[in-house]
């Protein structure tokens, strides 16, 4: 039986080492989504964000973790946290966003974001987010957030799309295309006419089947 929902990820770098991570693991009939900005000019910032990335990936695929629980998801954040903090191992933002039959939760600190574009409207998931901290930074500030389905496409995306393209232009590029065209051409959006980047950026879209 195929997953409930299907996807589609996009990763462009500005620099020869990216800093911007972003991928997607199935379990069942939920799917863990999770985008991680390391902090640049700050040595470790790829690390931290690949290091993320990777105890997400180990929890998602342990039938022992409560994937359903965000009291869980949040002790893991905390955990990378005082472990980036105690080595001195870089700083990164952090989304982790899980989906399911009971609709969709998550978590986030720093300048990343997640989205759920509709025809008529964007909601903000992250907007809860009071601070511009980082894992890693010294101090963790998570914000959650709880949906009871998802009406959209899911947008999550590093803030090398979110600073350089409007907020209306994103969603009118989601709404135009398939989701599979659309995450190339929301990194086409920030690129310039020389191909160059800005920043790195890292964006997935998730919509139900």
Do not use: C
């Not at 040595?43 to 690949?50: M, N, Q, T």
């Not at 399911?100 to 903000?124: K, M």
């Not at 920030?190 to 160059?196: C, F, L, M, N, Q």
């Amino acid at each position: 039986m195929s997953h409930p929902y299907v996807h589609a990820r996009a990763v462009a770098a500005s620099r020869q080492k990216p800093e911007d991570a972003a991928e997607v693991f199935e379990r069942a009939d939920v799917l863990v989504v999770v985008v991680a900005d390391g902090a640049g000019g700050i040595r470790g910032g790829d690390a931290a964000s690949r290091s993320l990335v990777a105890v997400v990936e180990s929890a998602a695929k342990d039938p022992t973790f409560a994937a359903d629980d965000v009291g869980a998801w949040l002790d893991l954040f905390r955990r990378r946290h005082a472990a980036l903090v105690s080595k001195g191992a870089g700083e990164t933002t952090g989304v982790v966003v899980v989906l399911g039959p009971q609709g969709l939760f998550g978590l986030s600190i720093g300048d990343s974001e997640a989205w759920i574009v509709t025809p008529s409207g964007i909601d903000n998931l992250t907007v809860g987010q009071q601070t511009r901290q980082r894992l890693g930074s010294g101090r963790v500030q998570l914000a959650t957030f709880e949906r009871p389905s998802l009406p959209g496409v899911l947008v999550i995306a590093t803030d090398g799309l979110f600073k350089f393209a409007s907020k209306e232009v994103i969603a009118g590029v989601v709404r135009a295309d398939e989701i599979a065209t659309a995450v190339d051409r929301l990194v086409e959006l920030v690129r310039h006419p020389s191909g160059a980047l800005a920043d790195d950026v890292a964006v997935i879209l998730v919509k139900r089947r």
